[in-house]
């Protein structure tokens, strides 16, 4: 308990210190969320119009597509706003700046990890929590309170696995000394799960919801939402969220023995 | 005299492009990575659209076959004109490292052209494998052109919209002369452009209203413009109207860049170095 308590304090340190780095040039904040609401708007006019041209997609109704939108959205804000520092870790492994994170009396991985959290996701994070609310309640007939609790019982499970793949992207950029395209081909295979799985074919449909389970990450949320997930489904998507977490951890290990400090 | 001269030239940025070529696997896990990402994009609209068309035979006017054929055009073209070197434009200046360049006999544009030509190059060859696996396994119905002038067409635009492109980058890249952030105003950029320069879908399933204001961008121009001539599904005044539109913005994009260079060079202070 003191320990998790040091570490929301520490976490708080490096949070005020990134809001006044990000803030410090109001503008770009301001470009960053007009970017990031034009492209949750532009995806979300896509989807209105394919209601108006089209009844089904892959057996869901479009209004259905869109709550695997919105819990795709939900999932990759939140990974954003809190684990944004995996995108700067390549400089600091080339640049020998990690060896100042191993010498210090903080968990490294929490460092890496939650050092940069990413304020301009959270100023469209608001507004889209009271729209997502909002859609949920009225799109989605019989809503009652063990789907709520299960749907948000799935977003912790979808995190779990999110949590994981950033830290395999971290392992893979202190042995390669490369994030960018491994962090971006994750946001690529992870924006796979905007749509529900059965829209892709075999053997990828396999490879995303097993291999890369970023189909279960998202899909699974808004299938219970809409009661569409039996219960071996919901077993199988915490048995591979918690392997992969596990998995990650290990692999976390294992990188960190293989870091050479080379740079510094 | 002149000959030898034009040669020599040639020759320097011939070098460039090919030690730009060569950087380009420098880091083989992120070129790896960049490959399947692209592979990944394509394979996420060809799913979406065959997803689409399983409940219905036609959708906003397009069938199944005139879908997949557009996408499949629309990322080749993509490939060729999206790929650009000059997103490093911003940091070479911002670090002082411009200083170098500007001592150098290069022309410091020809020099990023050349560099980006590698570049496309590069995503040429690697998308024609790709695209080929695709295509055996999503078999979209290739559209070959009816009329030879439709190939001399297709390649004008295609350049009007590589130059282009690489204008707006450049720009982009001059805002370092100034500010430290530019990756905030690309990110809005290639946010707006996803969605308006036609590669994922034909930008004609929007509302006329906004298909008419997005032709006075220079969005559409970049790969909805040279995919449908390709496809031959224009008519001769839009092919002019669209050639016309796409010179307009090289013209403005290259006075904006002559513009900012001029004033970003004499408000130079080689700060970093």
Not at chain 1, 28 to 52: E, M, Q
Not at chain 1, 67 to 73: D, P, R, S
Not at chain 1, 82 to 88: E, N, Q
Not at chain 1, 252 to 261: E, Q
Request: with cysteine; glycine share 6%.
């Amino acid at each position: 308990m003191k320990t998790l308590i040091r570490y929301i304090k520490i976490w708080f340190l490096f949070a005020k210190q990134e809001l006044l780095f990000q803030f410090s040039s109001k503008s770009s904040a301001v470009l960053f969320f007009i970017g990031k609401t034009v492209r949750f708007l532009s995806f979300l006019l896509i989807l209105i119009l394919l209601k108006h041209n089209t009844k089904t997609m892959a057996g869901y109704s479009i209004d259905e597509v869109i709550i695997f939108f919105l819990t795709f959205n939900f999932i990759d804000l939140v990974s954003q706003m809190f684990m944004r520092g995996v995108y700067s870790l390549t400089g600091k492994v080339r640049s020998g700046e990690l060896d100042f994170y191993l010498a210090k009396p903080v968990n490294v991985l929490f460092r890496v990890l939650a050092g940069s959290p990413d304020f301009n996701d959270v100023l469209i994070f608001i507004p889209f929590l009271f729209f997502s609310g909002w859609y949920i309640g009225q799109a989605v007939p019989l809503l009652d309170a063990v789907k709520i609790v299960l749907y948000f019982a799935f977003l912790v499970n979808g995190l779990l696995i999110s949590i994981a793949f950033h830290i395999f992207v971290a392992c893979i950029g202190i042995v390669t000394t490369e994030v960018d395209n491994t962090i971006m081909l994750y946001r690529d295979l992870s924006q796979m799960g905007r749509m529900p799985m059965e829209i892709y074919r075999e053997p990828l449909r396999f490879l995303i919801t097993f291999v890369v389970p970023v189909g279960l990450m998202v899909s699974i949320p808004a299938r219970v939402l809409l009661g569409k997930a039996p219960p071996s489904l919901l077993l199988t998507a915490s048995l591979v969220a918690v392997t992969v977490f596990l998995l990650s951890f290990l692999s976390w290990k294992h990188a960190l023995k293989m870091y050479t400090s080379a740079s510094s | 005299m002149e000959n030898k001269l034009l040669l020599n030239s040639l020759k320097k940025y011939w070098i460039v492009a090919k030690v730009s070529w060569i950087n380009g696997f420098t880091y083989l896990t992120s070129f790896v990575m960049f490959r399947v990402r692209q592979i990944i994009q394509v394979v996420v609209a060809f799913s979406l659209w065959e997803a689409i068309f399983a409940s219905t035979i036609t959708a906003f006017g397009y069938t199944s076959a005139q879908m997949f054929t557009y996408i499949f055009a629309a990322s080749i073209i993509g490939y060729v004109v999206t790929s650009s070197r000059t997103i490093d434009v911003a940091g070479v200046i911002h670090s002082g490292d411009l200083s170098l360049y500007l001592v150098k006999p290069l022309n410091f544009f020809l020099f990023w052209f050349s560099r980006d030509v590698a570049d496309k190059l590069q995503n040429v060859i690697f998308s024609a494998i790709e695209l080929a696996v695709l295509f055996f396994i999503f078999h979209p119905t290739l559209y070959i052109p009816t009329h030879i002038s439709t190939i001399f067409l297709t390649l004008f635009t295609v350049g009007g919209a590589m130059v282009m492109f690489f204008l707006i980058n450049t720009m982009f890249g001059l805002l370092g002369f100034w500010t430290p952030d530019v990756w905030a105003p690309r990110f809005l950029f290639y946010t707006i452009m996803f969605f308006t320069a036609g590669s994922f879908f034909p930008l004609d399933i929007f509302p006329n209203s906004i298909v008419q204001a997005l032709s006075y961008t220079p969005f559409p121009y970049v790969i909805f413009f040279p995919t449908k001539v390709l496809l031959e599904q224009l008519s001769s005044v839009e092919v002019v109207r669209g050639i016309l539109f796409t010179g307009m913005w090289v013209g403005l994009c290259g006075l904006g860049v002559f513009t900012m260079w001029k004033k970003g060079v004499h408000s130079y202070e080689a700060e970093g170095r």
